[in-house]
C-alpha cells in the first residue's frame, strides 16, 4: 500500500462506505499519520449501523503488532525509543479475556469492556483514537495515546499521560489532535460521572457467542 502524507491522512477519511453483519469477521486497524500500518485486531461483529460498531476481540485472537527490528515491543523499549525508528510487523495473540468494544464512527474515541476471566464484567476503557473512516477490512483508526480508564463505581483516570510528550516529539501527532483527544477524553468522563450510557451498566453482561471461531489473521498482514 502506498503511503500517505501527514497532511492528506491527518485530515481526510476514506470515504468507502461499509457495514458488516453479526458474526463477520472485521479488522481494527490502526493507521500510524506517515501511512504506515501498525497493530490489527481481527473481530467478530455483533452489530453494526454505520455509525457504531459494536464487536468482540476474542481471548486467542491472532493479532498484528509492530516490533524493533530485534524483536523488542513498544512496552520494551525506554521512551525515547518507544515512538521512534524502524518497526517490523510481527504476529501476536490477544490474551486475557474476550474484549467487547464499540467504535463510534465519528467520534474520536472507542469504548472498551474489560471482564474477568470467569465473565464478570471489570471496567471499562475509553480508547482515545483519531478516526479515518472504514475501508474493505474494517475501521481504520489512529491511536491517540492518551487514554481513559472509567471503574464501575465512576471512578475514573488518564491513562499513559506521561508518554505524551514523546509521542509529540516523534511526530505521532501534533498539539491541534492532542487537544481534539483530550476533548474526548473530558467529553466520556463527563457520561462516566453522570452514568450515562456506554457506563451506564449497558453490555455489562454481555459474553460472545460460543459458536464463534477465532478470527484469522491474513498472513499479508505481516508482510512489511
Not at 74 to 91: I, K, T, Y
Not at 100 to 119: I, K, M, N, Q, T
Not at 151 to 159: E, L
Amino acid at each position: 500500500m502506498l503511503k500517505t502524507s501527514v497532511a492528506n491522512i491527518s485530515l481526510k477519511s476514506t470515504t468507502e462506505s461499509h457495514k458488516w453483519a453479526p458474526g463477520d469477521e472485521v479488522h481494527y486497524n490502526f493507521w500510524r499519520l506517515d501511512g504506515s500500518l501498525g497493530t490489527v485486531h481481527p473481530a467478530r461483529v455483533v452489530e453494526d449501523d454505520g455509525a457504531h460498531l459494536l464487536c468482540w476481540v476474542l481471548d486467542g485472537t491472532p493479532i498484528r503488532v509492530t516490533t524493533s527490528p530485534d524483536g523488542r515491543s513498544p512496552r520494551q523499549m525506554p521512551l525515547a525509543e518507544r515512538f521512534n525508528g524502524p518497526r517490523v510487523p510481527a504476529r501476536s495473540t490477544w490474551r486475557g479475556t474476550s474484549t467487547l468494544r464499540l467504535v463510534y464512527e465519528h467520534r474520536w474515541a472507542s469504548v472498551w469492556w474489560f471482564f474477568e476471566p470467569d465473565g464478570t464484567f471489570r471496567n471499562w476503557y475509553v480508547n482515545l483514537e483519531v478516526p479515518l473512516g472504514r475501508d474493505a477490512t474494517g475501521v481504520r483508526r489512529v491511536d491517540g495515546v492518551l487514554d481513559v480508564e472509567v471503574f464501575p463505581d465512576g471512578c475514573w483516570s488518564w491513562k499513559d499521560e506521561h508518554e505524551l510528550a514523546d509521542a509529540l516529539a516523534a511526530g505521532r501527532f501534533d498539539e491541534q489532535h492532542l487537544d481534539r483527544l483530550r476533548s474526548e477524553g473530558e467529553h466520556m468522563i463527563a457520561l462516566a460521572e453522570a452514568g450515562r450510557f456506554p457506563f451506564d451498566g449497558t453490555y455489562c453482561d454481555a459474553t460472545p457467542d460460543p459458536k464463534w471461531a477465532l478470527p484469522s489473521l491474513p498472513e499479508g498482514l505481516l508482510i512489511a
